[in-house]
C-alpha cells in the first residue's frame, strides 16, 4: 500500500504487480480504507495461521466462479477467478494450461481448448465434466495463492449437487493423496448457505447458474421438497443475447458471452409486475432507458454504447415464466419454493415460510426478493407471512457457511 502527496490516494498493488488505485474524498477516509486494507492484505506465514488457530482452507468450487481463502471469522474469499481452464497442445511438448482469466487471454483462446470444469452437462446425467489432472491443477493454483501447505491444513470443499460420488472420490483422493490435506469436508453450496444465515429451518433458494430449492427442517434436508434445475443465471445471459440480436447486436461465441453477462449485471431488474412495467415502458420509454458504455471491450460490430429498455426485465422474466420466456417446461422459481415448503411437514410451514434464504449471485438482480416475496404471498393464504431473507453478500453465502461450520466447536 502506497499513498499520495495528498494522502487522499491509495495505490493497492498485489504479489504479481497488478495495480488499483483507490480515491477518497477526505484524508480521514484514506486513513480508514488504509487501515482496513492493511489489517486484510497481511500474509501470514503457515506458522502464523497455527498460532491464530486458522486451520481451514475453503474452496467453492462454482460452475462459473471459483471462490477460495482461508476460513476465519465473518471471512471473505481472499481470491476470486472464473472457473475455466485452457489447455494448448503442442506436439513434442507438454500441453499449456492455464487457469481463470489467464484462460480466456486470446492466444489461449485462438490455439487451445478452453472448457468450464464444473458446468453441469447438457446430457441425462447433468454431470460435471472435472477431472483428477483439473482438480491438481485448481488447487495447486489455490494453495500457492494463499500462501499455505496443505498437509497442516483441513479444507472445506463446497460442490454442486450434480457432483457424482464418482467425482467426490476422485477430488477426496486428489486432497488426501495427493497434497496430503490433514481432512477434507465436501458438502452441497445450497446447505452451506443456510449455514450463513444462522439458521437450522429454512428454504435455500440457491441461484448462480443453475437454481437449487432446498427446505431444510431442524438441520434436515427435506428430499421430497428439493427441486435442481440445471439452468439460472446462465440462461437469463443466453436470453439477453438473443434479444439484444432483435436490436442488432450480434453475440454468439463463449467470450462475447461474457460482454452479455456484463451488460445483464449492470442494466438488468426483476419487474416487481411484468405486465404493468410494459404498460409503464411504452407510455415513458425514456425513463427505462439504460445506455451502457461498452467501449473498452473492442466489440467486432465496432459498438461504444448499448442501449437497453425492455431487455432490461425480459431477459430476467424467466425465472418466474420460464415456459414463455425461457422456453422451459418447468414452474417458476416461486412456485418451486412453494411446492418445496408443502412437501415438509404442516407444523413447520409457518417457519419456512418466514424463512427464505437467498444466496448466489443471479439473486443480487434489483427487484427480485421483492418479486418473490410477492409472488409466494399470492400462493398462500392471507394469514401466511412470507419473509425473503437477503444478505448483501449473498453471491458469497457458500463461503460464509463453510467458515461458519470451520469455526464450530464438533468441526475438528
Not at 482461508?70 to 503442442?90: G, L, T
Not at 428454504?203 to 435442481?228: H, K
Amino acid at each position: 500500500l502506497n499513498r499520495s502527496s495528498d494522502h487522499r490516494q491509495i495505490q493497492v498493488a498485489d504479489k504479481r504487480e497488478k495495480f488499483m488505485m483507490l480515491r477518497t474524498q477526505t484524508k480521514g477516509e484514506a486513513s480508514e480504507w488504509t487501515a482496513a486494507l492493511e489489517q486484510e492484505s497481511v500474509i501470514l506465514t503457515s506458522d502464523e495461521l497455527h498460532f491464530l488457530n486458522l486451520r481451514a482452507v475453503i474452496v467453492d468450487l462454482g460452475s462459473s466462479t471459483i471462490r477460495a481463502g482461508i476460513a476465519y471469522e465473518n471471512a471473505y474469499p481472499q481470491m476470486i477467478f472464473p472457473s475455466v481452464i485452457a489447455v494448448h497442445k503442442r506436439e513434442g511438448a507438454p500441453p499449456t494450461r492455464k487457469l481463470g482469466i489467464e484462460a480466456l487471454h486470446p492466444n489461449m483462446r485462438d490455439l487451445g481448448k478452453v472448457y468450464y470444469p464444473f458446468r453441469p452437462s447438457a446430457g441425462v446425467n447433468k454431470s460435471t465434466s472435472a477431472n483428477a489432472q483439473d482438480l491438481v491443477f485448481i488447487f495447486n493454483h489455490v494453495f500457492e495463492y494463499l500462501h499455505v501447505e496443505p498437509r497442516q491444513f483441513k479444507v472445506i470443499v463446497a460442490v454442486s449437487q450434480f457432483m457424482t460420488q464418482g467425482d467426490k472420490e476422485v477430488l477426496m483422493n486428489v486432497l488426501l493423496e495427493q497434497f496430503g490435506a490433514q481432512a477434507v469436508y465436501v458438502q452441497e453450496q445450497s446447505i452451506l448457505s443456510m449455514y450463513s444465515y444462522h439458521e437450522t429451518t429454512g428454504v435455500v433458494v440457491d441461484i448462480g447458474e443453475r437454481i437449487d430449492i432446498v427446505p431444510v427442517d431442524q438441520g434436515f434436508v427435506v428430499e421430497a421438497g428439493v427441486s435442481r434445475l440445471p439452468y439460472g443465471g446462465r440462461a437469463l445471459t443466453d436470453s439477453l443475447m438473443r434479444l439484444l440480436t432483435e436490436t442488432g447486436h450480434r453475440y454468439f461465441s463463449e467470450i462475447e458471452m461474457y460482454i452479455a453477462r456484463y451488460l445483464k449485471e449492470q442494466a438488468a431488474f426483476v419487474a416487481l409486475n411484468y405486465d404493468s412495467t410494459v404498460s409503464a415502458v411504452e407510455a415513458n420509454p425514456h425513463r427505462y432507458t439504460k445506455t451502457i458504455d461498452v467501449e473498452k471491450f473492442s466489440l467486432p460490430d465496432k459498438a461504444k454504447t448499448i442501449p437497453l429498455i425492455t431487455e432490461r426485465f425480459d431477459c430476467t422474466e424467466g425465472l418466474f415464466n420460464p415456459r414463455a420466456m425461457l422456453h422451459k417446461d418447468n414452474p417458476g422459481v416461486h412456485e418451486l419454493i412453494h411446492k418445496a415448503v408443502q412437501a415438509c411437514s404442516i407444523d413447520a410451514r409457518k417457519d419456512l415460510y418466514r424463512n427464505i434464504f437467498l444466496s448466489g449471485g443471479t439473486t443480487k438482480l434489483p427487484g427480485f426478493a421483492e418479486r418473490l416475496e410477492r409472488e409466494l404471498s399470492a400462493l398462500v393464504p392471507a394469514s401466511v407471512l412470507v419473509q425473503v431473507h437477503a444478505h448483501p453478500d449473498r453471491q458469497h453465502a457458500a463461503f460464509a457457511g463453510a467458515a461458519i461450520a470451520a469455526g464450530l466447536s464438533t468441526f475438528d
